[in-house]
C-alpha cells in the first residue's frame, strides 16, 4: 500500500495552498484517512481528518477555519484545502489511512494503518 502525497511548495503568508492524496487502497471506502504534519524540532500534529464517506470531519485547534479536508471516493483521492496560511503552518505533511468506518480516535495518530511519505509546506512571511 502507497500513500502519495503531493501540492506542497512555497505559500506566502495568507495565501492557499490544497495538498492531494492518492492512497492505493483496494477498499479506499473502509478508511478514515487524516492529515498531519511534522515541524522541525516537533512532534506530530493532528491536522484533519474525514469519514470513509466525507460525511464527518474533525480538525485540530490551530487549523479550524482555516483548512477544510474532503475526499473523493470514485477517483481515491483526499484532499487537504489550506487558506489563510500562517508561518507556523510550515511542516512536512502526512496522509494517512485508518481501517475505519467511525471516526473514533483519528485524531491519534497511533491509530493509522498506513502513512505516506510526506509533502514540505514552507511558508513566507
Known amino acids: 500500500v502507497t500513500l502519495v502525497e503531493s501540492g506542497g511548495g512555497l505559500v506566502q503568508a495568507g495565501g492557499s495552498l490544497r495538498l492531494s492524496c492518492a492512497p492505493s487502497?483496494?477498499?479506499?471506502?473502509?478508511?478514515?484517512m487524516g492529515w498531519f504534519r511534522r515541524a522541525p524540532w516537533e512532534g506530530r500534529e493532528f491536522v484533519a481528518a474525514?469519514?470513509?464517506?466525507?460525511?464527518?470531519?474533525k480538525y485540530g485547534d490551530s487549523v479550524k477555519g482555516r483548512f477544510t479536508i474532503s475526499r473523493d471516493n470514485a477517483k481515491r483521492m483526499v484532499y487537504l484545502q489550506m487558506n489563510n496560511v500562517k508561518p507556523e503552518d510550515a511542516a512536512v505533511y502526512y496522509c494517512a489511512a485508518k481501517a475505519t468506518t467511525t471516526m473514533s480516535s483519528t485524531e491519534n495518530g497511533g491509530e493509522y494503518d498506513y502513512w505516506g511519505q510526506g509533502t514540505q509546506v514552507t511558508v513566507s512571511s
Open positions: 487502497l483496494r477498499a479506499f471506502a473502509n478508511y478514515a
Open positions: 474525514v469519514s470513509w464517506d466525507g460525511g464527518s470531519t
